[in-house]
């Protein structure tokens, strides 16, 4: 069937892979990749021969409709990222808003995305949570921080190695030092690590320890706060 799949991949452990995923992309007829030498490397792994064709940030906006006029010509075209799922912080969106608007069949399977299994792992209320993603890097960050500081969902964060450390210091600034936090890197893979405690003490270890690895990191909601000081 003409459709677009949205195909997760693992974040890191390959036997994280569902069988559902690998028989969608056997059998599609082109898969989109975020970087196709990523790609390559898990269709060779599960034995799988497929044309791809690179789908990314800096060139979705100019395909979207094209790749929407194969499906609607018969294609069945699978669309993965680099790692989990995408368009969760990875290229996606606009692809799917496309085929939405012009009705084109669209099936997201259920697989791999980080900051689920590190909500969980955080010991953090799981029941009400707000996820954030990449904060933005210089405009508009501090007005963002400013406006989350009041929230009281559980809070969820992408980060990368090279400003894990400033960006919890800006959070002692933002939350205040004795927010409760958990930090998790390298989910599911073989240095996997997830450091929990307040802002101060998880930003002491990491300023202790170098930043290794892509980050999650799960940060109690102001009602989550209230409630551990009026417990002590």
């Not at 693992?10 to 559902?20: A, C």
């Not at 406006?147 to 939350?175: G, M, W």
């Not at 450091?195 to 999650?216: I, M, S, Y």
């Amino acid at each position: 069937m003409a459709q677009l799949t949205i195909v997760p991949t693992p974040i890191g452990n390959l036997e994280d892979m569902t069988f559902r995923a690998v028989r969608a992309l056997r059998e599609a007829d082109l898969i989109l990749a975020e970087d196709t030498r990523t790609t390559g490397v898990l269709l060779k792994h599960f034995e799988i021969e497929k044309p791809m064709l690179s789908h990314h940030k800096f060139n979705e906006h100019k395909t979207v409709e094209r790749i929407a006029e194969r499906i609607k010509g018969g294609e069945n075209i699978a669309l993965v990222s680099d790692a989990g799922t995408p368009a969760i912080s990875d290229p996606g969106f606009l692809l799917v808003r496309e085929c939405a608007r012009q009705g084109i069949r669209v099936e997201c399977l259920p697989g791999a995305t980080a900051f689920v299994p590190a909500l969980v792992d955080s010991g953090l209320p799981c029941d009400r949570f707000c996820f954030e993603g990449f904060l933005p890097q210089k405009k508009g960050r501090q007005s963002r921080l400013k406006a989350l500081a009041a929230e009281e969902r559980t809070l969820i964060f992408y980060e990368s190695p090279f400003r894990i450390v400033k960006t919890l210091a800006q959070f002692v600034e933002f939350f205040g030092p004795e927010r409760p936090v958990s930090v998790s890197r390298e989910i599911s893979k073989l240095h996997e690590e997830t450091v929990r405690g307040t802002l101060d003490e998880v930003l002491a270890h990491f300023q202790a320890n170098e930043p290794k690895g892509e980050f999650v990191i799960v940060l109690a909601g102001l009602k989550e706060e209230k409630d551990k000081r009026e417990d002590n």
